[in-house]
């Protein structure tokens, strides 16, 4: 259900239910977690990639497969989705969600819990859970309204209308849209070029922008001054200053 696979320090996780535009099973979700977390143990690894099979990137939750399930709602998100958007969010890695068609339901949660979100052209996004009279799960009321706003969520979360590119890259749902036909070389490019920068330094910032979503600008004052002293203590620190002296590139990658 998940390929896995590495180009230079990059790995890319694939969601592989192709004939389902890649709706999640339990076995999607637990496997992409546990890969994750791999991905994060591995020293060769410097970023990760979430991408899709097919035409589709996540439909969200398979539909034919929660009927007769032993588990409430409540306990099947606590067992799946939950921990799998706080693998992501929790990565000491940049984790890149590469959205190469539909991203629909927890889909679009997915989507949206990267720290870097590339777009094709041909993309979209729909808060679809309002289609089948439900709540929007896995992040999507945190990541949303924190993008757009509460209004312009919410008329999403309503409406469930179908979100192209070029408005997801205007509403700041997306970083960045490629054509279709270059989409896979674009991202590995784009993740070569991130996992060139200094990689602690990178992991303290995610760790600062995260908590300060959810700070006061004291305690985000605060955190920076504790995780500034980690990033200036690292080699990587000493690296950008003297290369920046030595009026050449930093070489923040040490084998
Ligand atoms: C699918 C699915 C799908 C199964 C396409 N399941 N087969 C919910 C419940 C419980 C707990 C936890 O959390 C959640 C969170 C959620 O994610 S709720 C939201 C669940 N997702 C949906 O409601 C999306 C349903 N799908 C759609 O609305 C459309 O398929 C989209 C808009 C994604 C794509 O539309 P099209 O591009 O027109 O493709 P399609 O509809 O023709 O789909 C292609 C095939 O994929 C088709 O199968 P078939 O055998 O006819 O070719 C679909 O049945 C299948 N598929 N999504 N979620």
Redesign the pocket.
Known sequence: VILVSDQAAVRTLTLNRE???N??NDKLLLTLTRELERADADPAVRVVVITGAGR?FC??????D?SGRDMT?TE??NHT?NPLIRTIRGLSKPVITAVNG?A????ASLALAGDIRLWTRGANL?E??S??A?VP??GSTWFLPRLVGYHRAFEMMALAEKIGSDDALRLGLCEQVFPDESFRADVQAYAERLAARPANALKLTKQALTDALTSTLDQALDREAELQQLAGDHWEHEEGVTAFKEKRPAQFVRE
């Open positions: 004939h389902k535009l709706a999640a589709g439909a969200g939750q398979d539909l034919g929660v709602f099947h998100l989705y539909v629909a339901g927890a889909g729909i679809v859970f289609n089948i439900l799960d896995s």
